[in-house]
């Protein structure tokens, strides 16, 4: 028989991605998402992770062996994201608790871990890069940490085991997410093509010059269940990323030649793109009706403030992938691939012209 895994988030970057390995992998999977999506191979669970009466119900009956959590919902401050994402989580896990049938979870997080949270992103004394794990949480509230607590408390009580991932900016699909930078720059370069507005890197210097790295969603959900099948990588908390390191000043330009653009030259002054583009929802209408794309919204295809963000962030980061190498996951993905790869995929879907 199958395994049986619950993947929580898959109308989501990372849920999807992970659903789709799953499902490769032989696995049954059953979906949660508060409006699923249609996907080959995955049982869809309508729920609200929010709602703890109605998420029992919808799940009752199911009972993974693995469970991968890769949601979270924003809130308007950090008090609000560590209360409310912490009762997602100790929802889903209390939910689950009677069937007795969960030996390991996976919980998505992120270098937040090490940044801090949005209100004191990259702010304050951070740890030095490249970020590892042993180098643990920051003095300060994060709901990443309150995320961490809930599954270590319910690992404990029902015995099951447990992995912490920690992407850097995930590039992937998806329609309807809050942290999209792949999609947030493919729209941005549409734009800049169909005005003549000059393609512009809307971040810091330090982002220009310094190195970065970045998680492909597929590494991502390729990591997620290594750990969930690997002893050695039961109840451990991991950094994973791409495996190269790049500079945005090399990136940028190959961005911009897959859509046909000259990059604008950069002259050391942050251009957000949440100003950019903020008045740019008619003019996406238009391009969505001209070229026959399914999503004329543009809310649910950009997020600029989180890709300001990260393009904005006054510290180099680069991330350590040590741990998971000694433990036997070699997996790789070069980030250029990965950005051209999903802007095609973005053409073939129509989400793009």
């Given at each position: 028989m199958a395994k049986t895994a619950l993947v929580v988030g898959t109308s989501g970057i990372v849920g999807s991605a992970?659903?789709?390995?799953?499902?490769?992998?032989?696995?049954?999977?059953?979906?949660?998402?508060?409006?699923?999506?249609?996907?080959?191979?995955?049982?869809?669970?309508?729920?609200?992770?929010?709602?703890?009466?109605?998420?029992?119900?919808?799940?009752?009956?199911?009972?993974p062996e693995a469970v991968f959590i890769a949601t979270w919902s924003r809130q308007s401050t950090e008090a609000e994201n560590i209360r409310v994402n912490a009762a997602m989580v100790r929802n889903l896990l209390d939910a689950l608790r009677a069937a007795g049938s969960v030996r390991h979870v996976g919980l998505v997080t992120g270098l937040k871990h090490y940044l801090g949270p949005f209100e004191a992103y990259g702010k304050g004394v951070l740890p030095q890069t490249p970020f590892r794990e042993e180098q643990g949480r920051l003095d300060i509230e994060n709901f990443y940490y309150a995320q961490e607590d809930e599954v270590f408390a319910a690992a404990e009580r029902d015995g099951f085991g447990w992995s912490v991932h920690r992407p850097h900016t995930i590039i992937g699909k998806a329609v309807g997410n809050a942290m999209n930078m792949g999609t947030t720059l493919a729209v941005y370069a549409t734009l800049c093509k169909a005005t003549g507005r000059p393609f512009r890197f809307p971040g810091s210097a330090m982002q220009w010059n310094g190195l970065t790295d970045m998680t492909d969603a597929r590494l991502l959900a390729r990591h997620l269940l290594w750990a969930a099948t690997t002893p050695a990588a039961r109840n451990q908390d991991f950094n994973v990323v791409n495996g190269d390191v790049f500079r945005w000043s090399w990136m940028w330009e190959r961005i911009a030649r897959w859509f046909g653009l000259e990059p604008a030259p950069f002259d050391g002054t942050v251009q957000p793109l949440e100003a950019q583009m903020a008045d740019d929802a008619a003019l996406w209408r238009e391009i969505a009706a001209r070229d026959g794309l399914v999503e004329a919204d543009l809310g649910r295809l950009a997020s600029p403030w989180h890709t300001d963000a990260d393009l904005g962030r006054p510290v180099e980061v680069v991330t350590d992938m040590s741990k998971s190498r000694r433990l036997g996951f070699t997996s790789y993905q070069p980030t250029e691939d990965a950005f051209l790869e999903l802007f095609a995929q973005l053409r073939r879907e129509r989400l793009i012209p």
């Open positions: 992970t659903a789709e390995r799953l499902v490769a992998e032989g696995w049954a999977v059953h979906g949660v998402a508060r409006r699923p999506a249609p996907q080959d191979g995955v049982l869809p669970i309508a729920a609200d992770l929010q709602d703890a009466a109605g998420l029992a119900a919808a799940l009752a009956g199911v009972r």
